[in-house]
């Protein structure tokens, strides 16, 4: 009998094992160190002590959080020349993060990683057009969409990552190695370039429709909170 285990793609054999030892024998103990030698640390579920590490995290940011939250509304001048540099980083990473998910996808065909990947690509691909669009950053080579639809941009890409969170959450626990990896690695990528030209192509259409989530160029009105907050609605969900 081969023993499989089970990861968050599903199951997979575990590599080296020709037969289910005896629960509590020297062997078994051996053996359930045997697939996480030879298997991608990243399919399984966190250990209590990673689970500790990341809480850790999660703390110390909503500890800078709060800590810089007074500065929040502090006026500041020239900040324009720094959007184009958080814009190139945010979207190095997020492209990055998507190509790592795909390789995760080539090796344990889940589902539920394609998707996550498709988040992250969707993300990364509405960067460069909410840069292009803010409001003074390339308003001398004559780009100037204005500030709602820089802010109906973010607004998208906001509450789109946390829909993909969600669908990746919800995704089967399984994988099937049997099928070539690249054909759904293609469609995927084509998918989420057309859904965020399509996003876009509707934002910049429907400018005289769009929401009012800026008061003028640096003050956001009530409405802009609702984004943030419906995106941690669906992160919870998650």
């Known amino acids: 009998m081969t023993t499989s285990i089970r990861t968050l793609g599903g199951l997979v054999p575990a590599p080296g094992l020709a037969s289910t030892p005896m629960p509590g ?3 078994g103990g051996a053996a359930d160190a045997a697939p996480r030698r030879g298997a991608l ?25 709060v800590g810089t939250a007074p500065f929040a509304r502090q006026p500041t001048q020239g900040t324009e020349i720094l959007v184009p540099a958080y814009a190139a980083a945010s979207f190095v990473l997020e492209i990055l993060t998507a190509a790592l998910l795909f390789a995760m996808f080539h090796v344990q065909r889940s589902r539920a990683l394609l998707r996550l990947a498709a988040g992250y690509l969707f993300a990364a691909l509405m960067v ?41 959450a919800l995704a089967p626990d399984c994988s099937d190695t049997s099928r070539s990896s690249l054909v759904p690695i293609l469609r995927t990528v084509l998918a989420v370039a057309a859904l965020a030209a399509v996003c ?39």
């Open 41 to 65: 640390a990243a399919m399984f579920h966190a250990t209590p002590t990673q689970a500790g590490v990341a809480v850790v995290v999660a703390l110390a940011l909503v500890a800078a959080l």
């Open 200 to 238: 876009l192509w509707l934002i910049f259409a429907g400018q005289a429709l769009l929401p009012g989530y800026m008061a003028d160029d640096r003050n956001v009105t009530m409405l802009w909170y609702r984004v943030p907050a419906i995106a941690m609605v669906l992160y919870g969900i998650a």
């Open 128 to 168: 460069p057009v909410w840069a292009l669009t803010f409001p003074g950053v390339f308003s001398t080579l004559g780009v100037d969409a204005g500030s709602q639809t820089t802010a109906a941009i973010a607004a998208v890409r906001r509450l789109g990552f946390p829909l993909f969170v969600l669908g990746y």
């Open 25 to 27: 024998s020297a062997v």
